[in-house]
């Protein structure tokens, strides 16, 4: 089994191709702009994510340069969620933020546009993710910050192996108010491959 080392978390990171049932997750570029415009008139992801609640060409081209500079910077691996039968055209996103790095841990976030939920394809791109950070980065802990109503994003967690660990009173600040939200936690020596 690889140790973990936070020496190969120095940047500037490269955001592998991953592959897992039926999706693809690639880094970010240039032609994503429709997928960043699509959920920008989402009623919810803007207000959690860095994506512009307000799209034109500038903010959207304005956020991908965001995600290549969250790999440059060591910050994390953004990758988009594409399905593999249908390749170019991206789905949602899922990301793997070393924040808390130091400390053996990282956290992930992920979205779906609205035409692309209910597939299964985030609690797909969340296994690759996971496999990815276990196998080949050795991290030994990933969590997750779910707000309770979204059901939705509990079943992905759990469909990638989490288990839900803590409640959380008054975890986030989401459009002015304090939110609580559920912490789903995996541990490397908890997961196996075939999860």
């Not at 415009?37 to 991908?64: C, H, L, W």
């Not at 050795?138 to 059901?151: D, K």
């Not at 002015?176 to 075939?194: F, I, K, N, T, V």
């Given at each position: 089994m690889k140790s973990f080392d936070l020496s190969i978390f120095e940047g500037p990171l490269i955001v592998p191709r991953l592959a897992a049932g039926p999706v693809v997750l690639r880094p970010f570029k240039v032609s994503d702009l429709p997928l960043?415009?699509?959920?920008?008139?989402?009623?919810?992801?803007?207000?959690?994510?860095?994506?512009?609640?307000?799209?034109?060409?500038?903010?959207?081209?304005?956020?991908?340069?965001?995600?290549h500079e969250q790999a440059a910077d060591a910050h994390g691996y953004p990758f988009v969620i594409e399905a593999a039968a249908d390749p170019g055209r991206g789905r949602g996103a899922v990301g793997l933020w070393l924040r808390e790095i130091d400390s053996g841990r990282a956290s992930v976030g992920y979205w779906l546009t609205g035409l692309a939920r209910g597939q299964k394809l985030a609690g797909w791109a969340?296994?690759?993710?996971?496999?990815?950070?276990?196998?080949?980065?050795?991290?030994?802990?990933?969590?997750?910050?779910?707000?309770?109503?979204?059901?939705?994003?509990?079943?992905?967690?759990?469909?990638?192996?989490?288990?839900?660990?803590?409640?959380?009173?008054?975890?986030?600040?989401?459009?002015?108010?304090?939110?609580?939200?559920?912490?789903?936690?995996?541990?490397?020596?908890?997961?196996?491959?075939?999860?």
């Open positions: 960043v415009r699509e959920v920008s008139a989402d009623p919810y992801i803007p207000a959690i994510t860095s994506v512009p609640s307000t799209y034109n060409d500038d903010a959207g081209r304005a956020f991908i340069a965001r995600q969340l296994r690759a993710l996971v496999a990815f950070a276990f196998e080949e980065l050795a991290i030994p802990r990933l969590h997750l910050f779910v707000e309770p109503w979204n059901v939705a994003s509990v079943c992905t967690a759990e469909f990638a192996g989490f288990t839900r660990e803590a409640h959380l009173r008054g975890w986030e600040r989401v459009d002015g108010e304090q939110h609580d939200a559920d912490c789903y936690a995996l541990l490397r020596r908890e997961w196996s491959p075939g999860e």
